[in-house]
């Protein structure tokens, strides 16, 4: 089953409203979420690493106002995208790791949230 | 930096056709090297891996090696099927010297596989 619970799904909102997207661990405890962004037809892009407790790093061109990290709890991390534009609408994904896994194991990935600005 | 690059799709293959996907990566240190899977609307399920030279990785008929000399980790399969039809990619994470993995995944661009009865 899924370890790891992201939500929403899927969103639609008006331009210029924020919207906040859950990434869970459901049986692990996650000392650093990963968010990425996929544009159609293209890859995913690294946009920051969230760690519990302190600030979250991010990745080179992101703006870290427009997109809030908070991790607040080793099961919870959220990315609040602000004052939403069309331009923000893509496919948000979030990835974990078990801490008590040992060295190379793969991260475990939520099953995406699909951001649509009207 | 790291990088990895897939070959380009799509790539469109009759039913038990044979499957590859080129992968080649650089890397400054000992990476650790996936195939990620993505079907339609949902999100990346690891499909194999391999942490060091000469392994393979190895999972629902797909395989793939990895080739320190070539720096690369083609996939294959002998057989595909129409669920197969999907979004493959392929990743790197860095492991540094000590082992311990900080966990960046590095992608390549994805290869869409279209499988037709």
């Known amino acids: 089953g899924a370890v790891v619970s992201q939500h929403p799904s899927w969103v639609i909102c008006k331009s210029g409203t924020s919207v906040k997207i859950e990434c869970r661990s459901l049986?692990?405890?996650?000392?650093?979420m990963f968010w990425y962004r996929q544009f159609p037809k293209q890859s995913l892009m690294l946009m920051a690493t969230?760690?519990?407790?302190?600030?979250?790093?991010?990745e080179q061109g992101v703006e870290k106002d427009k997109f809030l990290i908070n991790h607040a709890s080793l099961t919870l991390s959220t990315l609040t995208v602000t004052s939403a534009h069309p331009e923000d609408s893509s496919f948000y994904i979030c990835?974990?790791?078990?801490?008590?896994?040992?060295?190379?194991?793969?991260?475990?990935f939520g099953d995406g949230t699909r951001l649509s600005i009207l | 930096g790291n990088s990895v690059t897939q070959m380009e799709g799509p790539v469109t293959l009759s039913e038990e056709a044979f499957l590859t996907i080129n992968c080649t990566y650089t890397a400054t240190g000992y990476p650790s090297l996936f195939w990620y899977v993505q079907y339609p609307g949902e999100g990346l399920q690891l499909l194999l891996k391999?942490?060091?030279?000469?392994d393979k990785g190895s999972n629902k008929g797909f395989e793939a090696t990895y080739r320190k000399e070539t720096t690369s980790f083609h996939l294959e399969k002998g057989s595909v099927q129409v669920s197969d039809s999907a979004v493959y990619f392929c990743a790197l994470r860095e492991e540094d010297a000590g082992g311990t993995s900080y966990g960046k995944l590095t992608f390549g661009q994805g290869t869409i596989l279209t499988v037709h009865p």
């Open positions: 990835s974990s790791k078990d801490v008590r896994q040992g060295l190379a194991q793969p991260q475990h």
């Open positions: 049986d692990f405890q996650a000392t650093t």
């Open positions: 969230s760690n519990e407790g302190s600030k979250a790093t991010y």
């Open positions: 391999a942490t060091k030279a000469d």
